[in-house]
Structures are given as C-alpha cells and as structure tokens.
C-alpha cells in the first residue's frame, strides 16, 4: 500500500472513532496509534495533520491531540439581491462562463471512472522527483526571497533553451501555469469588445478567458493537419482581428499538428494583418515514442514577434507544479510583463526553484521517457477497447501526442444525453459542443485516457461507455 492510501485509511478509521471520545478528550499518542495500528509515524503524523484541517482534532504541543469542539453553526441572513443590479450596470452582462473549466477540473465520485480529467493520473506523475526537487529547492540560499518579477534568471534560460532559437533569456517571462499564461496574455494583446481568432473546436478554458475578458472568439475551423489557412485570411480580413489562439502541436481536443506545409502561410497572413499569433504549446513534451516528432513551434520560424509562445510544466510534470513560460519581443513584451506584475507581482520564488531542481535533474528527462510510453500505451488501450465495445461508432483519429482522443458520434447521438448516461453507467466523459466558439458541426464526445488509473480501469471505462450508448434513444 502506498504511504497516500495507508494516510487515506488511517483518517477514515480515526474520523469514524471520534465520537469515541468526549470533546476536548484527549486521543491516544502518536506512538500508542504506531503501535496499536502498525503504520509508520509519518503516516500518523500526517493523518493527524488532515483532521486538525478538517477542525476535528485539535493539536497541543506537549500535551497531546484532542477531539474539537464541534464548529459553532452561524446563520446569515440577508438580502444579496441588490447585486444583480450592481454587477448589470458595471459590467453589463458579462458573465464568466466557467462551465468548460469547472468541468475539467471537477473529480467524479468515487466508482466513477475518469475519462474526462485534464491531468495525469498521481500514478504518471514524478512525484518523488518532485519531492526531492521540492526538498533540494528549501535549501537553496535565499529560496524564500522575492524573486525578479520576470523570473528567475536560470529558469527563464532553462525555458529558452527548451522553447529554442531565436527566443532567449530576454524574451522570457515565467508566469503561473499555461492558464494564467493565456489569461495575460489574451488581456494584454486583445481589447474589449474586439474579435480573437480561435480554432474550432479549441480549448474551453480558453474560451472561458477570452470571454471574461470582453473579447469575442471568432471560430476558424481545423482538420487532421492544424488550422484551414485560406479560412484563416478569411477571418481576418472579415472581422479585423488582431489575435489568433492556436495549438498547433497535439491540439486540444483534436490532437491535430499543423504540417509543415501550413506553417509559413498562418506567420504570413497574421503577419500580413498585422496580429499576433498566440501558441499555446501545452503538450509538446507528451509526444508518442514511435510517431513523427511535431514540427518545432512556430516561434522558432518568426523574426519579426509575430508569435508570442507559451510553454508549460504542468501537464508533464503535476497540475500543482503551475509553473510557464511566456515567450514575446518588441513592446508586446513590455505589455505582457507590466500586466503580469500589476496582476500578480511574480510567481512564488519555491516553487520556481522547485521547477528548477526538476527540469536540471537527470530524472526529468527519464520522466519524459517514461510517460511518453505510458501516454502511447495508454491511448492504444483507449482505441482498441473503441473499436472492440463501440464498434458502429467511426474510427477516431489516432493522436502522435497529448493525451485524449476527439471521437465524432453519429449524428442522431444527443451527445448532452450520452454524457449523462455514462456518469449513470460510472463513466465521467465530455461532450463535445462546450469546445466550439459557435455551433458544433456534429456530436463529438473528448475521451482522456491518462486521468484513469490504470490501463484496465480505462478500458472498463469505454466498455460502460458502450452500455449507456446502448441506453439512450435514437
């Protein structure tokens, strides 16, 4: 049993005793719950620690643990619906629709299969790499200084290195996570009330920024090779648009790249408008061992600061590990940087130093290489077991990277209805209509296969799948 589960176990037996002992009664020792229970002092310490969060126990240097005093319940009453109007008259109706985001980030129930999560599993994550990288951070000279606004010197230079010519140290500004990334990055280029550009379908937490931000996505449509550029001109030249949002290597949720051939026609018609290109490079470091390697990131072909990059940690490493990078030049640069500080000061100094010890290791690189081949291994389980229990269903494009699949429904499926059968059948998926700008062309449903714990939990998931699919009308 893992040190996470024994410190699960032993919370759950000691919440369930509580009412054992009267309050302000005074727990057995630490070393009385070592022996009685045969688990390790860190595991009692940290069980203790989450029921003194949770307000169940109370700790006393010297004396001991003891049941709390249950919370004194407090009734607020009141009238909050002066709030709508005042919310209306200063912002209009701009509401933030978190609908995509929250559901991405929500853990189904437990029994539940997750085929919905957008981060690895605890099982592909580095995390004793990270714990050691954490614990080497700690003791690093000033680790608990403020650090440059831009970042740290070192791993600015680290992600310039990574990002590759003609981006250095210079153009780099190392903020928290890829969704903080977009959001500067969006606010800082884009005005209220303009048009974004963004592949259809795209990433719904982009859209989410986007749209809290007064902007107005505009969907240009994608195939199996990147985005449509003769739709992009279209575009452009259509709305005026001075922003274009785009994943050009695993793109999420398609998994398309844009091809070679594609490449220098987007620089040149958001050159030839006058707009920016904003790369979101999420999941490069997840290709597939065995698949072309994705063409390098657009940024590495633009001279002129066209495109303004982004590049993330998370997703390889561990969705606390919210460490990015901005990549920019000329006044763009400037721009990103002043909304950056103004927003958020800098990003904590531990855990840059954190990302740091990680990326400098040797383990990070046999990281990559271990979840390179679990992701691959992972999205061949996903397909056959697609083919096997969902045979009627069309072939769903095979990624070379990322970690989900983009499978079209028939188009009789109410993919609305479908989702919430499979949640009955203790599956978790995503409909496919929350990552379209506009109208969805057809039912889709996004499949992710590295949030189930293992390969046979996501094959179950696929074949529970099929039986709601089975259960619904049409």
């Not at 990288?133 to 690093?140: L, M």
């Not at 969006?186 to 963004?198: I, K, Q």
């Not at 990326?359 to 397909?383: F, G, I, N």
């Amino acid at each position: 049993m893992s040190d996470g589960s024994s410190v699960t176990s032993l919370v759950t037996q000691l919440r369930s005793e509580l009412e054992r002992y009267p309050i302000e009664g005074k727990l057995p020792s630490s070393r009385e719950l070592v022996r009685q229970l045969k688990v390790s002092p860190v595991t009692v310490s940290r069980a203790i620690a989450a029921l003194a969060a949770e307000g169940l126990v109370i700790t006393r240097p010297g004396a001991g643990v003891f049941r709390a005093p249950p919370p004194r319940e407090v009734v607020v009453t009141g009238d909050v619906s002066w709030q709508e109007v005042a919310l209306s008259s200063q912002s209009g109706t701009r509401a933030i629709d978190a609908t995509g985001v929250l559901t991405a980030l929500s853990d189904p129930p437990s029994g539940v299969i997750d085929l919905n999560g957008g981060y690895t599993h605890p099982s592909l994550q580095p995390e004793r790499e990270l714990a050691a990288a954490s614990a080497r951070a700690g003791r690093r000279p000033g680790a608990w200084t403020r650090p440059p606004i831009c970042g740290l010197p070192e791993l600015r230079a680290w992600f310039a290195r990574d990002i590759g010519s003609p981006v250095n140290v210079e153009n780099v500004l190392v903020t928290s996570g890829g969704q903080s990334a977009l959001t500067t990055a969006l606010r800082a280029l884009g005005a209220p009330g303009a048009p974004v550009l963004v592949e259809s379908p795209t990433y719904p937490g982009m859209l989410a920024i986007a749209r809290a931000s007064g902007l107005r996505p505009v969907p240009v449509p994608i195939d199996r090779d990147g985005v449509r550029p003769e739709l992009l001109a279209d575009a452009f030249r259509d709305t005026g648009a001075r922003l274009f949002v785009c994943q050009p290597a695993f793109q999420n949720p398609t998994g398309a790249v844009l091809c070679a051939e594609r490449r220098a026609e987007v620089l040149r018609i958001a050159r030839d408008a006058g707009a920016f290109v904003i790369e979101d490079d999420f999941a490069r470091l997840m290709a597939h061992p065995g698949s072309p390697a994705p063409p390098p990131p657009l940024v590495a072909d633009d001279p002129d600061g066209v495109v303004v990059h982004i590049r993330s940690l998370t997703k390889p490493a561990s969705p606390s590990l919210r460490i990015s990078a901005l990549a920019a030049r000329g006044p763009a640069l400037e721009r990103l940087r002043g909304l950056h500080a103004v927003e958020s000061f800098f990003v904590p100094r531990p855990l840059q130093e954190t990302a740091l010890e990680l990326v400098s290791s040797p383990a990070w690189a046999r990281h990559l290489r271990t979840l390179a081949a679990s992701l691959r291994e992972r999205r061949d389980v996903a397909v056959s077991a697609l083919r096997e229990f969902l045979p009627s269903w069309s072939a769903v494009p095979v990624p070379t990277g990322g970690y989900h699949l983009w499978q079209p429904l028939p188009g009789f499926v109410d993919e609305v209805a479908l989702t919430s059968a499979a949640f009955r059948a203790g599956v978790a998926v995503t409909p496919g209509r929350m990552y379209f700008a506009a109208e969805a062309p057809g039912p889709y449903l996004r499949l992710s296969y590295v949030s189930a714990a293992t390969g046979a939990q996501l094959r179950d998931g696929v074949r529970r799948l099929s039986q709601a699919y089975q259960e619904i009308p049409g």
